[in-house]
């Protein structure tokens, strides 16, 4: 086995830009793109591998031939072989709608889908960016539906200022938005279920009035407020740095100026790894498989393989990995531990 590469998944969108296409070393596209679909086996746009024995084919197929190689044994039984993480780049040109993800039972009860727990590391923000996570003081439902009426919810949302390297984790029912002028990587749970609070009454790529989900985002939403939203974590270099660990996926962060070995065979699961900066070789140490992981572009790393080291091709490289962590859940299940620790 290797690790496989994927050809580019682009998503047009009202609200995109130009600068993913550049981020990827890619043909810039003559429609504004919002979202590059890095890893994914979402039946709606599945990702199409580019290197190997497998170049050309579709991951959701190639996942079914080998469902405890790929994905790892106790990850292939709790998910029935299906891959569970998504992950993305965004480029917002423009702000993204105010919206809100079901959790797994809702989006199973009303779509036969997985929920939307997610994350976002902002690789690049203009000056004065912004963004939407949870909200700032205590509403009502009977609240949230006029000021959706009036059009005034973000008056009731807590605002952040961002910047390089920050990291916000978003489990379903949170409410949030992206603003203008931020890049960043996403990993969520394998859902396309989004529900639409608030639009700014813009129409879409189709000309037409973006559809909103009132009703069920109200039902989706939890209104408790935090004290705080913003995820801090360590960030030394040549380690692994811990940035999310949820039922839902791990992550970490990791900035190399050397070769940084990654055994990762414990957790008995696959590993995506997304290039943040500086390209890198991924070579595993069972057979010696080796691919270059550009800049802007990622790779998964199947669970049988997850033996490897990370290699800066220049001066230094910085990936963020997401695997599922079989280590420490329980049949009980578990909290979500996020950590607040002072950044270095």
Known sequence: ????????????????????????????????????????????????????????????????????????????????????????????????????HPNDEMAQREHGK??????????????????????????????????????????????????AGDVFYL?????????????????????????????????GMDGKPRELHTELAAQALNFHVEEEYRTYYERGINEANLVVDSPYFSVRVIEADSIFHRNLTKYDSFIICMCIEGDCRIRVRENSAEVLLRQGNSCLIPAAIANYDVIPVGRKTRILDAFIDNMDRTLAGAMTRILHISIK
């Open 171 to 203: 489990p379903a029912g949170r409410v949030h938005a992206i603003g203008s002028g931020i890049l960043l990587a996403e990993v969520q749970q394998s859902s396309d279920v989004t529900y639409r609070i608030f639009d700014y009454n813009r129409p």
């Open 1 to 100: 086995m290797t690790p496989l590469l994927f050809e580019p998944n682009l998503h047009p969108v009202v609200w995109g830009g130009e600068k993913l296409c550049k981020y990827k070393g890619i043909a810039v596209a003559d429609q504004p793109i919002g979202e590059s679909w890095e890893v994914s086996a979402v039946p709606t746009s599945t990702s199409i591998i580019a290197n190997g024995e497998y170049a050309g084919r579709d991951l959701i197929s190639v996942i079914n031939e080998a469902p405890e190689a790929i994905l790892g044994k106790s990850v292939s039984e709790k998910f029935h072989q299906q891959l569970p993480l998504l992950v993305k780049f965004i480029d917002a040109k423009k702000d993204l709608s105010i919206q809100v």
């Open 114 to 163: 997985m929920g939307k727990s997610e994350m976002w590391y902002i690789i690049d923000a203009a000056p004065g960016s912004y963004l939407y996570a949870g909200f700032k003081r205590t509403i009502t439902p009977e609240e949230y539906k006029r000021r959706i009426a009036n059009g005034t919810i973000t008056g009731v949302l807590a605002k952040h200022t961002v910047k």
